[in-house]
């Protein structure tokens, strides 16, 4: 079963604008991490938030973890097409594996 | 330093027979972990592996297995294919005893088709 649930399935956006994701959770966790799949390959690791973290910031990307409300949203800005793929959170909650979300399908159109 | 390495890269079997799939981790990291993707069921959890012990095991049925070698090394085994078998594999590393709780650097799948 998956701890994390993602909204939207889909989002399509032009290039240079902004793209939010959120991601949901059930359990309590150590921490939550956010990846990119691109086209059914191997996952690319983005950002790591620590639960005792409420945002975190890596280049373009901004994360936020609420972990009252057990969700988190992961923000990318000013959006290129390289930016197209499936994002995925997942949860660490200790026991030496992630609970990965549904994803999210961004296109970014040119 | 290499990547997560994983071999082969493509599978086709019959139902029925079984497979073998290896993974190599980033060099110094200890823990291997591996998930099955599927556009079903998304990203499933298999085992997870830390010098030599598995210390997780996801809801698969007994047909999976898997085992990690002295040089951390990790290979999953599935008999008796089924035609639900069918699905990316794919192999994490992480540098840290923690497992899960650590950055894991994926590898590029092995796309097994069951027919």
């Known amino acids: 079963s998956q701890q994390g649930e993602e909204d939207p399935q889909a989002l399509s956006i032009q290039e240079g604008e902004n793209a939010t994701m959120n991601c949901s959770y059930k359990t309590s966790i150590n921490n939550l991490q956010w990846y990119r799949q691109n086209s059914g390959r191997g996952l690319v690791h983005l950002i790591l938030i620590r639960s005792n973290e409420r945002e975190k910031h890596s280049g373009r990307l901004r994360v936020t973890l609420d972990t009252s409300k057990k969700s988190s949203s992961l923000l990318i800005t000013a959006s290129r097409a390289a930016d197209t793929a499936s994002y995925f959170c997942?949860?660490?909650?200790?026991?030496?594996?992630?609970?990965f979300g549904a994803g999210t399908t961004v296109t970014v159109r040119a | 330093k290499a990547g997560v390495t994983q071999t082969p890269r493509y599978l086709i079997k019959t139902r029925g027979q079984q497979v073998t799939l290896s993974c190599s981790p980033i060099?110094?990291?200890?823990?291997v972990s591996w998930y099955q993707q599927t556009p079903g069921q998304g990203l499933q959890f298999l085992f997870e592996?830390?010098?030599?012990?598995?210390?997780n095991k996801g809801n698969f049925p007994g047909r999976f297995s898997g085992r990690q070698f002295s040089n951390s090394r990790s290979e999953m085994n599935v008999s008796t294919l089924e035609l639900g078998d069918s699905a990316l594999y794919l192999c994490?590393?992480?540098?840290?005893?923690?497992?899960?709780?650590?950055?894991?650097?994926f590898g590029p799948g092995t796309r097994l088709t069951v027919l």
């Open positions: 994490a590393s992480s540098s840290e005893g923690s497992g899960g709780a650590d950055t894991q650097y």
């Open positions: 060099s110094g990291h200890r823990s």
């Open positions: 997942a949860t660490d909650g200790g026991d030496y594996k992630l609970s």
């Open positions: 592996y830390f010098s030599e012990t598995q210390r």
